[in-house]
Every structure is written in structure tokens, then in C-alpha cells.
């Protein structure tokens, strides 16, 4: 059954290296969601994307993060300098964008900065 | 702005039993959709049941069944015969009608089925 993929599953990096996330959406689906989820800020909306055009990115640190939908079947999301508090399970997530508004989330990343 | 509150941090249920967990919401929209996701140890977040705010009728989904309070802008999730596999973490969402992309979340429930 169709459902959104999410590479890698676990990553480990020091602090101060780069870090690129991949999300595969489900195909046939224009929003594409990124959401961070800690214990202390619980689930935070980062970005998110409808065919392909970023619409709101307003819930991620401009400085370090960015996120891009190269096509319409990857979108990554890219932290540079990485640092210890961004240590947390990022999970991507696809819609229609119509009717329900359901979202699809893929299994998340789970990040570790040292 | 919207917000969504869940007031219970953590429950349980003996297995067989009937449980419900509580969810708060606050908007100015008149129409938006309301969510229950659960999440697992597994970590993989899983949509249980939505609500369509314009419609009066409470869904169901199985042993799934929300009671939606919309004039107290409450929103609470019942969950009957409780199973094992229940065992999770439990969100509440809504989107608003601006922007129905946008759904926010709650702090969530986390729930332990007792066998």
C-alpha cells in the first residue's frame, strides 16, 4: 500500500556537520509537511509545501534549516551547522490537499547531535 | 490563533474496559476539521478519526467514537473494548478553515492498556 517514506531512519552527527533528511511523499500527493517532535516543544509544524512551492516556513529556524522539494517525489530538509538542541524525531508528512485534509506521515528521524 | 489542549498527560485502562481522553480547542473559524492521531511505540503517526466541524453528527470508527461539543469547543475521544495494541500516544488536531493545510496539535495523552 501506497505510504510515505522517510530516509534515514536513525542519524548520529556531531555537532556542527550538515544533515539531510529525505522524504519520498505518497505519490499523487501536492502538500508535503515537515514537523519536529521533542518531549519539552511536542509536535511543531517546521515547513510545509503545496505542488511543490514552499507556503509556510515560518515554524523553522532561518538560519540553519532549510527545505526544498527538488520534484514532486523528494523533499529534503537540511540542517547546517547542526546542533545539540536539534536533536529530536523529524517526520514528514503528505496530503491531497483537498476534502478531508488528511495528513500521511512517514515513520520520522530520529536525530542525535553530539 | 489556534490552540489545542489536552489536560490528561498520561492515562490507563484495564483491557476490555471503556476509556475517554479529553481534548480542548480554541478558534474563530466557524468551519475546520478535528483529528485524532495515535502514535505508538513504534513511533509511526497513525490517523484514527476526524470530525468535520459543520457536521452535528459524532464520528465513529470501530471502537473508536468522539463526543464534539462544538459551542464548549470540545472534542473528546472514546475509546471502547480497549486492546493492548491501544497502547500509545494519542494527539488531538484541528485545522481552521483558512488554512486547512495547517493542523495543529496537542501536547497529546499517553495511554496504557493494563491487561
Known amino acids: 500500500d501506497a505510504r510515505v517514506t522517510q530516509t534515514p531512519r536513525h542519524k548520529v552527527t556531531e555537532m556542527g556537520q550538515e544533515v539531510t533528511m529525505r522524504c519520498q511523499p505518497i505519490?499523487?500527493?501536492?502538500?508535503v509537511f515537515w514537523y519536529r517532535q521533542t518531549m519539552m516543544q511536542g509536535l511543531e509544524l517546521l515547513a510545509y509545501?503545496?505542488?511543490?512551492?514552499?507556503?509556510?516556513d515560518s515554524g523553522m529556524p532561518k538560519d540553519r534549516f532549510s527545505a526544498e522539494m527538488p520534484d514532486a517525489t523528494l523533499a529534503t530538509l537540511k540542517i547546517q551547522p547542526s546542533e545539540p538542541r536539534d536533536s529530536a524525531v523529524y517526520f514528514c508528512?503528505?496530503?491531497?490537499?483537498?476534502?478531508?485534509?488528511?495528513?500521511?506521515f512517514g515513520p520520522g528521524t530520529r536525530l542525535t547531535v553530539t | 490563533a489556534q490552540t489545542v489542549t489536552q489536560s490528561q498527560p498520561e492515562m490507563s485502562v484495564q483491557e476490555a474496559e471503556t476509556v475517554t481522553l479529553s481534548c480542548t480547542y480554541d478558534?474563530?473559524?466557524?468551519?475546520?476539521?478535528l483529528f485524532w492521531y495515535k502514535q505508538p511505540p513504534s513511533r509511526q503517526m497513525i490517523l484514527v478519526i476526524r470530525?468535520?466541524?459543520?457536521?452535528?453528527q459524532n464520528a465513529t470508527e470501530n471502537r473508536f467514537s468522539v463526543n464534539f461539543q462544538k459551542a464548549a469547543k470540545s472534542f473528546s475521544l472514546k475509546i471502547s473494548d480497549s486492546q493492548l495494541g491501544d497502547t500509545a500516544m494519542y494527539f488531538c488536531?484541528?485545522?481552521?478553515?483558512?488554512?486547512?493545510?495547517?493542523?495543529?496539535f496537542g501536547p497529546g495523552t499517553s495511554l496504557s492498556v493494563i491487561p
Open positions: 470530525q468535520e466541524a459543520y457536521k452535528q
Open positions: 488536531a484541528s485545522s481552521s478553515e483558512t488554512s486547512y493545510d495547517k493542523v495543529i
Open positions: 509545501f503545496r505542488n511543490r512551492a514552499p507556503l509556510d
Open positions: 505519490l499523487g500527493h501536492n502538500t
Open positions: 508528512a503528505s496530503g491531497l490537499g483537498t476534502g478531508t485534509y488528511e495528513q500521511y
Open positions: 478558534t474563530s473559524e466557524n468551519n475546520y476539521y
